[in-house]
């Protein structure tokens, strides 16, 4: 079993987001926010942004998962925070699911095709939270092709599943058994449910 690490934590999207006072007091591990925030309607040739923890990035594409995910592969080009992440946020979210295509060089279009561009090994792993209410009945197929991308890739996937627990808590716990080692593919937290492997042990 290849033992790797992942070199940061990457908050992905407006949800995730929500997480990162939580997470940066939780562990030594440096953690990134990475977002999409829609341009002011009010103000005249003002483009969306991406905020990537505090840098403005302008965005002049549509909000369509072709143009979010052609931008972000060129944003990956330029800063070092996308390399080996702990990759947190909603599958339901379009920005979300344009990272994931983004950076596995993945075109959205031939998604069922073998895989295109051979890369180096990731150590990328991805962890989803579900949104509460009907979102995630209603965008099935969406959710569907990304796990189909995440696991033609291999990457581990893991899914925090509504408890009795808050969100903002599993994520505490998890990171208190990373701070020592541990299997990604026998990660023991509860709330949080493993769908695909790739057989990688991490550490942090």
Do not use: W
Not at 88 to 117: M, S, W, Y
Not at 123 to 138: C, E, R, S, W
Not at 167 to 179: F, P, S, V, W
Request: aromatic share 10%; proline share 2%; charged share 20%.
């Amino acid at each position: 079993m290849q033992k790797s690490t992942f070199k940061s934590i990457l908050l992905l999207g407006s949800h995730a987001h929500l997480y990162s006072k939580d997470l940066e007091e939780a562990t030594s591990v440096h953690v990134h926010s990475f977002r999409f925030v829609k341009r002011n309607p009010f103000e005249v040739d003002q483009p969306h942004q991406f905020l990537l923890n505090d840098t403005s990035i302008d965005f002049n594409g549509k909000y369509s998962l072709e143009d979010l995910s052609f931008a972000i592969s060129v944003v990956m080009n330029h800063h070092n925070a996308f390399e080996d992440c702990l990759v947190l946020g909603d599958p339901t979210e379009l920005f979300f699911q344009a990272f994931c295509f983004a950076k596995n060089n993945q075109n959205p279009h031939l998604i069922r095709q073998e895989v295109q561009f051979e890369q180096r090994t990731s150590k990328d792993a991805y962890l989803f939270i579900y949104p509460n209410g009907m979102v995630a009945h209603n965008i099935r197929k969406e959710i569907s092709n990304l796990v189909y991308l995440l696991k033609k890739h291999n990457r581990n996937t893991f899914l925090i599943r509504n408890t009795n627990i808050e969100t903002g808590q599993i994520l505490q716990n998890m990171l208190k058994e990373a701070t020592v080692s541990f299997d990604l593919n026998i990660l023991g937290v509860n709330g949080i449910e493993q769908i695909i492997s790739s057989e990688t042990q991490f550490t942090s």
